[in-house]
């Protein structure tokens, strides 16, 4: 049953995935964080991580990752992080909007509030604040970060502040915080729209809940079988009958407390 029901699960992340692929940017950019190189299921050419900085890790590999087809799975399973604040730096395409796209997926820890960091854009824009992957989506879920940004005249214009580019790149940076390291999965820098890239699935989490609550309640009601028709409400507006017995009672006892007065 599990096993079909995982089958079904990929089955329409992939249909999903293949009705959003019209319209996608131009990908300026794109790496396997902590990883090799990857084409996904759209196409997009991930290129081999090679930072030294920091720690590469495929722990996740243990992993089953929601949310993504089989085949894209690497891209959420491998990883770079550090235990200091580390980034990095990407090239950009002349003026006009991009999307930048950051992959995520908490593969270690089994609570929120246990790694939780900032992003920075260029060393000047906080693009996330405070992000707890885990908190968002849990354990072993794909998480994707969007930052929508303009470039003008040489600027980054985000939410309405600006930052200077340097020699044509940008950089993308993961602060430390005292609850435990920054990391990342994979990064895209696409040139285009937000709607130009293919969103994950929908979390699925909330909707089997409500079909395991509906199902609950559908079992518990079927197991009330009823003994009997309902019974009346002894207070409410009844017969005035019911006080008959009790007239008949005192229209006999009157005649008798008289006679028993007169003796």
């Not at 299921?41 to 090679?50: H, L, W």
């Not at 770079?80 to 997926?105: E, I, N, W």
């Not at 968002?136 to 930052?163: C, L, M, P, T, W």
């Amino acid at each position: 049953m599990l096993l079909q029901h995982q089958m079904l699960t990929s089955l329409g992340i992939l249909v999903l995935f293949l009705g959003r692929t019209v319209g996608l940017g131009d990908i300026v950019y794109a790496v396997n964080c902590g990883g090799e190189a990857h084409t996904d299921v759209f196409g997009v050419r991930y290129e081999k991580d090679a930072s030294k900085v920091g720690v590469s890790s495929d722990y996740g590999k243990q992993l089953l990752i929601g949310r993504v087809p089989q085949q894209d799975q690497v891209l959420y399973q491998t990883e770079r992080y550090h235990s200091q604040t580390f980034g990095y730096d990407l090239p950009v395409a002349g003026d006009g909007g991009y999307v930048l796209v950051l992959k995520m997926s908490e593969v270690y820890f089994n609570a929120p509030n246990m790694k939780v960091f900032d992003i920075v854009l260029n060393g000047d824009l906080t693009v996330a604040s405070d992000l707890d992957i885990f908190e968002k989506v849990g354990r072993g879920v794909a998480h994707d970060e969007y930052v929508e940004f303009q470039i003008e005249n040489n600027k980054i214009v985000y939410q309405g502040e600006e930052s200077e580019i340097r020699a044509g790149m940008i950089r993308i940076e993961f602060i430390k915080s005292y609850r435990d390291n920054p990391k990342v999965n994979a990064i895209v820098l696409m040139k285009g729209k937000f709607e130009d890239w293919p969103q994950l699935a929908p979390l699925p989490i909330e909707h089997e809940e409500d079909e395991l609550n509906e199902e609950l309640k559908e079992s518990t009601t079927k197991r009330r079988n009823p003994s009997g028709p309902r019974v009346p409400d002894p207070y409410g507006e009844g017969d005035s009958t019911s006080l008959l017995p009790v007239f008949v009672a005192l229209g006999a006892f009157i005649p008798i407390l008289v006679c028993l007065c007169k003796i």
